[in-house]
């Protein structure tokens, strides 16, 4: 199960800070990301991290605004937000999928199967 909080609406140039509370077998899944979407759009990835090794990775449209990570003791993967964009808003759902080998470990997208239910961020 993945449940995901802190969602809300704030002013561009704030902050928020997502959090989403693993639990049963997708505790141990190596891969853990942030995607979101809006009406009428695909729903892009936002971030990955590779548990094992803590190796993040970010869309370039949040680079240098947004940080992934994770607290294994806690099984709670958290994006902070920060320098919030209107472009921002949407729903950002958490998901949980295997890593793949390909020359390394490595979290693909498409191979997130497990998603949470989602929360709403609204950047004005």
């Known amino acids: 199960q993945l449940v995901e909080s802190g969602g809300g609406s704030v002013q561009a140039g704030g902050s928020l800070r997502l959090s989403c509370a693993t639990s049963?077998?997708?505790?141990?899944?190596?891969?853990l990301g942030w995607f979101r979407q809006v009406p009428g759009k695909e729903r892009e990835v936002v971030a990955t991290?590779?548990?094992?090794?803590?190796?993040?990775n970010y869309a370039d449209s949040v680079k240098g605004r947004f940080t992934i990570s994770l607290d294994n003791a806690k099984n709670t993967v958290y994006l902070q937000m920060d320098t919030l964009k209107p472009e921002d808003t949407g729903m950002y759902y958490c998901a949980a999928g295997p890593a793949a080998w390909d020359g390394e470990w490595v979290c693909r997208t498409g191979d997130f199967r497990y998603w949470g239910t989602g929360t709403q961020v609204t950047v004005s």
């Open positions: 991290i590779y548990r094992v090794l803590l190796v993040p």
């Open positions: 049963g077998p997708i505790s141990s899944r190596n891969c």
